[in-house]
């Protein structure tokens, strides 16, 4: 929030264009300004997060839709959490469903926080906001 | 003196020369006499012998012509042990009367039928070649003296008894054995009394041998076991064997000369001998001589002395007349001593002081001593002191009275008789004189004569049969003890004093009848009835003889009796119970003789009608008395008496008839009924079937009613004897073995035929393997399902496996085997191998037969046709399989669809509030500036202010209730997905958890919830706790607001499962709607209420079917819901 340097990118890993534009639009409409990239599917995530893009010294946190087609998110996060370099990047599941399964699922995998998509996205934002506070407490690792 | 002394001289010289010719003369002259007597002798033992052996053949030769023996003889043989007792009587008292020694009647062959106790078998050579002449002759036989088993001597001889006594043949043979000891030896032994010392032998040629027939003098045990060579020199039994007759001087069996008479006795192979020892017959002759020689001389100085006297006479002569006198009185005394030296009277003269003066020669054997040391010796000094002192005492008492006396005397174990008498001379001391006879012979003859009186008193007291004599004129005589107690009488005098004809005879014709009889034939044998002293009557047997004296005069009778009362009634019943038995045979053989059960019957009741030779034999069933109606099952009839004709055929019961069925079932054997008895005829069978008489008994067949079983007599009233009522009992028990035959056969055939009729409807076949022989059975039904020929045999186990498909072969086989091994019987669904058809189907099971010691040795089973059931399972099997398949689809298609749904339905939601947002923003911003054209302006406005956020709206509120929907599918879909868990729920555990998480929202509804008994159920927990968190929102959602809300939960065991009952006084549920309500987003529809989702009760269904349970409802508008939950129940832990 306060320089480039020390603010944390927002990796977006979510197929629907929709759904791209809401979450963005929602991090911009409660002042979240970090950078945003987004990944139209799980295998472009996965190229990103294991070649080269991730660079040193910077701080990551991945938002990752559940259902995708080809690598889905629950598949990038069971990657993301058994890779040594990757395993403590902060990620948070977005999906469409409450499904208590798929929640548990993810949250043994390892995931930070689980949010569901649709409804309001003001609460949403809420969420992310929080969750920025959070990271900035605790200090996201930056990639060495 | 010197002329008298050569007188003497010649005197002497003469004497001697007299002396020596008369010796020879005397020696010549006693062996001629020897040698008469001798011959005389032994001709007359010849002569005995000879009429000994003809007396035994006439007596062999009358018995076998004895009528009344062969009568015997005929009815003991033709009914072996009838006339026994009476044989055995003839025998014991023939035995008895002749003296035999055994006697017995054999059979042709040789076997005893009856014998005296003493009769040994004849196994000896000679008898058994004698009997077998006798038997081929028909003719009696005598045998040869022989020895028997025992060693004994026994002459036997054979009488062939023919039927009627007149030849023919031989039914028999009387056999007698006779101990040549007492009967015959005594003829050959007896000596004439000169000859006592004389020995008479009886020989046989033996081959080279001479064998002494009877016992020695010399010689113990010799009698046919002693034997010389015949070529013995001189031995007179040799020459008798040779043929010679006549004087022979020899040797004897001892060696010792003898004298000997010899001779072949006629028609026997015996030779005869009577001999005399040489030294012993010639030892008195010779002591005669030298007596004499020197009598002669004495006689020679006396003729001397005479001559002496001669030449004195002169001188005096009164004195020379004198002299011979007393020559004369010599010469008496010469005489008289020639005779005493003769006589077998013991001669002897005694002088007054008892002293001896003369004893007759005899007197040394007697005594045993040389008269020389007798004469004139006290008589103590020759007998013993008590003899002598009586013999004193005797004599000196005949000195004294001068009369004779006889006295008998025993001396040396002999007996004899003395006369003894004085002899007074003139002027001498008077002398005693007298003689002694022997009397040993005669006495021991009385004594033989007084012991045999004693042993026939004996026998005859003793016997065990009554014996008698009974006079002429009609009085008992005598009667031994066993007589008297048979009449039942104490004492003899009793019955000495009875009247025959009055007082025994119970006809008294009958003594008349019986002696005639006896009269005519000398002897009878019958039965007669006599009476007891009690007047009882009594049967007896008798035989009767007369008894006659010598010269043919009647004296009186003899006979025995013997009671045989019982015994008639033995034989009474004897007979009775042998045509029981008889009769019997003959219902057996109708048994077996017959094919089947029904001819079985039929032959029973043919052989019962011949046996009892009546009118009728019937069977009627059932013999029930309170039956409505009888038939008769079969009935046999003579043909003019034919009975109820009908068979088979319910007839009505008639009371007279129920009343005769009462009485057999209440008795134990058979009843009988007979017209003008106090047992009549029922007046039904009397005038329906015309029957006079009638037997009948009850039969209890092991199965079905009682039958009765009956024989009717037409003819005449009969009135049935004991052994006939015995011998339908008797009857009536086979035949009750047959009918439970006969009916256990008739229910099995039903039986069978309803086991084949189950097995058609079932279609279930029955096999059975014997595994050793590799043999298969199968039944009507099995051939049926296999598709095969029932004429064909079944084959063997491995070519029975084709029936199958490979795939079923090999299944079989294998649990066969494993069944073979283990006895683990088998259930498998098989497919028979189709050769067109579709295929077909079998359940085959099996069971292990084993044998006694539990060895498995083979199976057998059932093989049901499931084809149809098998089709029919296979179509269920793949419905379930598609349904599952769809119900798996259904649930992915709903996963999917609700997610793949709110995905665009989040853009729209999002996008519309993203819209709100910049639409807010514009119209704010529209507030502060106008840049449209005044002819825009307002337009623009009531765009920005009223239409599009109004659009907008309509977008927002359908897109928010487009998420419930969606929301509450994925819900639906979930609880359809999420796998049950069920374990034991303590239901009320589970619902205070419920309630106490609900309790805000209870309590805001003012509810009071009352919980009853919650039995345990199986179940997902966590499902059951969301249904009926379901079920208790809806009770408070749906609730009446006029009323408080008041619910029950309860719950109940029902059969396996456990019933939860949920019951609301809310408002219920439309009737209408009543169905609807399990449907997805069916809601009650209520105004200015708040409503669910719609999904709640579609959930509660789900989750209820999920754990295979069930739900249902109960309603009505305004009173209340009711919900019937069912679940299983919980595990026993």
């Known amino acids: 929030m306060q320089n480039d340097e020390e603010s944390v990118t927002i990796l977006l890993a979510e197929d629907d264009d929709g759904h791209a534009k809401l979450v963005q639009e929602r991090l911009e409409g409660v002042g979240v300004a970090n950078p945003v990239m987004r990944f139209k599917d799980g295998q472009e995530t996965w190229d990103f997060l294991s070649g080269t893009g991730i660079a040193n010294g910077k701080a990551y946190l991945l938002l990752l839709d559940i259902r995708m087609p080809g690598l889905d998110g629950v598949e990038v996060l069971r990657r993301v959490k058994t890779d040594a370099r990757l395993k403590t990047m902060p990620v948070i599941m977005l999906t469409t469903t409450d499904d208590p399964r798929e929640i548990s699922l993810c949250y043994e995998l390892g995931c930070n926080n689980y949010l569901t998509k649709p409804v309001e996205f003001e609460k949403f934002a809420e969420v992310v906001k929080r969750l920025g506070l959070f990271l900035m407490i605790l200090r996201v690792d930056k990639f060495k | ?1133």
Request: proline share 5%; with cysteine; aromatic share 8%.
């Open chain 2, 1 to 1133: 003196m010197t002329r008298s002394f050569g007188v003497l001289l010649l005197t002497l010289a003469a004497a001697l020369a007299v002396c020596f010719f008369v010796r020879a003369h005397y020696l010549r002259d006693a062996t001629e006499n020897i040698a008469a007597s001798l011959q005389t002798i032994n001709a007359y033992k010849a002569e005995e012998i000879v009429s000994w052996v003809g007396q035994q053949e006439r007596e062999s030769a009358r018995l076998s012509r004895h009528p009344f023996l062969g009568e015997l003889i005929a009815q003991e043989l033709a009914r072996p042990g009838s006339r026994r007792a009476q044989l055995k009587t003839w025998l014991s008292d023939h035995t008895t009367q002749k003296g035999y020694f055994a006697m017995a009647f054999l059979s042709t062959r040789g076997d005893v039928i009856v014998a005296t106790p003493d009769y040994v078998p004849g196994t000896e050579r000679t008898f058994k070649k004698a009997f077998g002449q006798a038997v081929k002759a028909g003719k009696p036989l005598l045998t040869d003296l022989y020895l028997d088993a025992r060693n004994r001597p026994r002459i036997a001889m054979f009488s062939p008894i023919s039927a009627n006594g007149k030849g023919g043949p031989a039914l028999c043979v009387l056999g007698i054995v006779i101990d040549p000891h007492t009967d015959f030896y005594p003829l050959v032994r007896a000596a004439p009394l000169l000859f006592a010392k004389a020995e008479t032998l009886l020989v046989r040629k033996e081959g080279a041998s001479v064998l002494f027939l009877n016992e020695l003098d010399h010689r113990e045990g010799a009698a046919l076991k002693f034997s010389l060579p015949l070529s013995t020199p001189l031995l007179p039994a040799a020459e008798a064997l040779k043929g010679r007759t006549g004087y022979f001087e020899g040797f004897d069996y001892r060696g010792k000369e003898v004298f000997s008479a010899v001779r072949p006795i006629p028609r026997t192979p015996w030779g005869l001998v009577t001999k005399i020892e040489r030294r012993e017959v010639l030892a008195p002759v010779n002591a005669q001589i030298y007596l004499r020689l020197a009598l002669i001389l004495l006689a020679a100085l006396i003729l001397y002395v005479a001559f002496y006297a001669v030449l004195l006479a002169r001188e005096r002569a009164a004195r020379e007349r004198i002299e011979n006198a007393e020559a004369a009185l010599h010469m008496s005394e010469q005489i008289f001593r020639e005779f005493m030296e003769h006589s077998p009277i013991y001669v002897f003269f005694k002088d007054e002081k008892i002293r001896p003066l003369h004893l007759s020669r005899n007197y040394e054997k007697m005594i045993g001593r040389p008269l020389e040391e007798l004469l004139g010796r006290s008589m103590d000094e020759i007998f013993p002191s008590d003899l002598s002192r009586k013999i004193v005492a005797d004599d000196l008492k005949v000195l004294k009275e001068g009369k004779e006396v006889t006295l008998e005397e025993e001396f040396n174990g002999r007996f004899y008789t003395t006369i003894k008498f004085p002899i007074t001379l003139k002027g001498k001391p008077t002398y005693l004189a007298g003689y002694t006879i022997d009397i040993t012979e005669r006495k021991l003859a009385e004594e033989a004569l007084r012991k045999s009186e004693e042993k026939y008193r004996a026998i005859f007291e003793e016997s065990f049969d009554g014996l008698f004599l009974t006079s002429p004129d009609g009085k008992i005589l005598d009667m031994n003890k066993k007589g008297i107690s048979m009449f039942g009488y104490v004492a003899k005098e009793e019955v000495l004093k009875l009247e025959l004809k009055r007082d025994v005879y119970v006809d008294p014709q009958d003594r008349d009848r019986i002696l005639s009889m006896v009269n005519a034939k000398g002897a009878a044998e019958y039965e007669v009835e006599v009476k007891k002293k009690s007047g009882e009557h009594m049967l007896t047997h008798c035989a009767l003889t007369a008894v006659k004296d010598g010269a043919g005069r009647l004296m009186f009778y003899r006979g025995i009796i013997r009671d045989i009362t019982d015994a008639k009634r033995a034989e009474q019943e004897r007979t009775a119970h042998i045509r029981f038995l008889e009769d019997m045979d003959k219902i057996n053989r109708s048994i077996l003789s017959a094919t089947d059960l029904e001819k079985m019957m039929g032959n029973i009741l043919n052989t019962v009608l011949k046996i009892f030779d009546c009118d009728r034999v019937w069977l009627f069933y059932p013999c029930d008395p309170d039956a409505p109606s009888f038939r008769v099952p079969m009935e046999v009839t003579k043909p003019e008496y034919p009975g109820a004709k009908v068979l088979n055929v319910d007839l009505p019961m008639p009371p007279d008839m129920a009343k005769d069925l009462r009485e057999a079932l209440d008795s134990d054997g058979p009843r009988t009924y007979t017209a003008g008895t106090a047992s009549p005829i029922n007046k039904e069978t009397a005038e329906h079937f015309g029957v006079k008489s009638q037997m009948v008994t009850a039969l209890y067949p092991k199965r079905g009613k009682p039958w009765a079983f009956g024989l009717h007599q037409c003819s005449h009233a009969r009135v049935w004897t004991r052994e006939e009522i015995r011998l339908l009992q008797e009857i009536g028990r086979r035949l009750t073995d047959a009918l439970t035959s006969l009916v256990s056969i008739r229910d099995l055939r039903e039986s069978e035929q309803r086991l084949r009729e189950a097995q058609r409807l079932a279609k279930i076949g029955n096999w059975e393997w014997d595994a050793a022989a590799d043999t298969l059975k199968w039944s009507a039904e099995y051939y049926r399902i296999y598709g095969l020929d029932p004429s064909q045999r079944p084959p063997g186990y491995s070519e029975h496996l084709k029936a199958y498909t490979r795939e079923s072969a090999a299944l079989l086989d294998t649990a066969v085997k494993r069944n073979m091994e283990t006895g683990e019987p088998y259930q498998l669904d098989l497919e028979l191998a189709a050769k067109d058809a579709p295929s077909r189907w079998i359940t085959a099971r099996s069971e292990t037969i084993r044998d006694r010691s539990g060895k498995i040795t083979g199976l057998r089973g059932t093989a049901q046709d499931i084809t149809e059931r098998k089709l029919a399972e296979l179509r269920i099997e793949t419905l379930n399989r598609e349904m599952a398949d769809k119900n798996q689809e259904m649930e992915n298609f709903l996963y999917i669809t609700t997610h793949d749904l709110r995905s665009p339905l989040v853009n729209i939601q999002g996008f519309s509030q993203s819209l709100a947002g910049y639409l807010a923003e514009f119209q704010k911003m529209l507030g502060d500036v106008r840049v449209f054209a005044p002819k825009n302006d307002a337009r623009v406005r009531e765009l920005a202010l009223a239409k599009v956020p109004e659009a907008l709206d309509f977008i927002l509120v359908s897109s928010r209730k487009m998420d419930v929907l969606i929301t509450a599918l994925l819900k639906v879909s979930r609880a359809g997905r999420i796998e049950m868990k069920p374990e034991n729920v303590e239901m009320g555990e589970l619902l205070r958890k419920v309630l106490d998480a609900m309790r805000f929202q209870l309590q805001e509804a003012g509810a009071a919830v009352k919980t009853g008994a919650l039995p345990p159920c199986k179940a997902d927990p966590g499902a059951v706790s969301q249904l009926f968190t379901n079920l208790l929102d809806n009770a408070v959602k749906y609730r009446d607001e006029s009323r408080k809300l008041e619910v029950q939960v309860t719950g109940e065991l029902r059969g396996g499962r456990v019933v939860y009952r949920i019951s609301d006084n809310g408002s219920g549920i439309p009737e209408k709607d009543l169905d609807r309500i399990w449907n997805v987003f069916y809601r009650h529809e209520r105004s200015g209420r708040k409503n669910g989702e719609g999904i709640g009760l579609p959930m509660v269904r789900r989750l209820v079917e999920k754990n295979g349970g069930g739900i249902r409802a109960e309603s009505r508008e305004g009173q209340g819901t009711v919900f019937y939950v069912e679940l299983p129940t919980a595990e026993e832990v």
